[in-house]
């Protein structure tokens, strides 16, 4: 009897963690690839014969008032980016008591005075997150990203997801640039070599834009929208963070989405799904 009981038991707790009653197939995820790689490779034999039965050139003439226009505002950016970006220090983590996020004071000696009281050129994150993705399945999603001297640094990510039987993995290896800092904002781009494993075998880039924002203790903000370039299909990408932070650690969730698009940026299929996960800023 109580074998029978313990059978029973497995039994149900196998039931539970079904791929097929989560909805997850990572075959049916490489189908969807192969399928929106051939959807490119129509629309490129479409687009070469356009171009053939279209041959033509035409010339645009130059507005000097709006290059003068376009050449000022570039410089005005400039003046921001360099006042913003080169003279940013950092404190040991986001709402310690000294701050966080320092802009340079007008004062001899700005950069001593904010060593001495442990500012730095540089901060880090480590992220590690449990992440479900509705269609492909559960897994799991490390990230590492800083500034290793006040405005750039790098940007690595790995994962590994499976429905049960197939597995998905990766890593992405980069660096990020930051346009803007502050405590209530910062925004910054990101370039990666893009690499694919397990049922997949593919390799691009992925890059985009993260914004970050500490707005109000103990609250962290993060979002980044990005876009993997892969031959013969891109996919579009964004997650959303909400978080708390205590002290080194914050504990957050959010969710992310996929988009793969063919190569005329048409959506062919999306994955979507929650995530959870704990961060430490060193």
Request: with cysteine.
């Amino acid at each position: 009897m109580k074998k029978l009981r313990t059978s029973i038991l497995a039994l149900l707790c196998l039931s539970l963690f079904d791929p097929a009653e989560i909805h997850a197939d990572l075959s049916d995820f490489k189908d969807d690839v192969e399928d929106t790689k051939e959807q490119s490779e129509e629309e490129r034999r479409d687009e070469k014969d356009d171009e053939i039965q279209n041959s033509g050139s035409y010339e645009d003439g130059e507005d000097g008032e709006g290059s003068i226009v376009a050449r000022i505002v570039l410089e005005i950016l400039q003046f921001i980016w360099v006042v913003n970006n080169t003279t940013t220090t950092y404190g040991a983590y986001p709402y310690s008591p000294s701050g966080y996020i320092k802009w340079a004071e007008p004062v001899p000696g700005w950069e001593e005075h904010y060593r001495t009281n442990g500012y730095r050129d540089q901060w880090f994150a480590l992220d590690a997150q449990g992440v479900y993705l509705e269609n492909l399945g559960f897994g799991s999603w490390l990230t590492f990203r800083g500034h290793l001297y006040r405005f750039f640094g790098p940007y690595f990510d790995t994962w590994t997801i499976t429905d049960g039987s197939d597995v998905f993995y990766g890593y992405r290896l980069g660096g990020s640039f930051s346009l803007f800092q502050s405590d209530p904002f910062s925004l910054s781009v990101f370039l990666q070599y893009d690499a694919w494993r397990g049922i997949l075998n593919e390799d691009g880039l992925h890059f985009g834009g993260e914004i970050r924002s500490f707005p109000a203790r103990p609250i962290g903000i993060q979002y980044r929208a990005g876009i993997q370039i892969f031959d013969g299909f891109n996919v579009i990408e964004s997650d959303a963070q909400l978080g708390l932070i205590f002290e080194r650690i914050e504990v957050f969730g959010g969710y992310r989405w996929w988009g793969i698009t063919n190569s005329a940026g048409e959506l062919t299929v999306s994955y979507a799904g929650p995530m959870a996960g704990i961060r430490l800023h060193f």
